[in-house]
């Protein structure tokens, strides 16, 4: 079992910058593949990066690549998203994610076993 908190979201102008975090407790986060999803008001879920922490190794949605950026710090059993030159479109609620399946690095939200509460990020043009 793990559990997941997510913090740092909040209200910023487009261009602007967050950082979001996402505490993992329980099974050290380095056994797990670490996820962020979103989800604006009348969509679905969908898929923002990935980091298989053991690795390093991160997967991005087209829509974010060279904006956002995902990291691990182990020690800490933390995942962040570093998010830049935020745009409209980025506003949701951003999830924190666990997948105990490190083979590969899915974008399918099914395939996550774990999920934090969220985190409303809202971005103002």
């Known amino acids: 079992q793990v559990q997941l908190v997510e913090s740092g979201g909040g209200l910023v102008q487009a261009g602007g910058s967050l950082r979001l975090s996402c505490a993992a407790s329980?099974?050290?986060?380095?056994?797990?593949?670490m996820g962020w999803f979103r989800q604006a008001p009348g969509k679905e879920r969908e898929f923002v990066a990935a980091i298989r922490s053991s690795s390093g190794r991160t997967r991005y949605a087209d829509s974010v690549k060279g904006r956002f950026t995902i990291s691990g710090d182990n020690g800490k059993n933390t995942v962040y998203l570093q998010m830049n030159s935020l745009k409209s479109e980025d506003t949701a609620v951003y999830y924190c994610?666990?997948?105990?399946?490190?083979?590969?690095?899915?974008?399918?939200?099914?395939?996550?076993?774990?999920w934090g509460q969220g985190t409303q990020v809202t971005v103002s043009s």
């Open positions: 994610a666990a997948d105990a399946e490190i083979w590969t690095i899915v974008t399918t939200e099914g395939d996550y076993d774990y």
């Open positions: 329980g099974r050290t986060f380095s056994r797990y593949v």
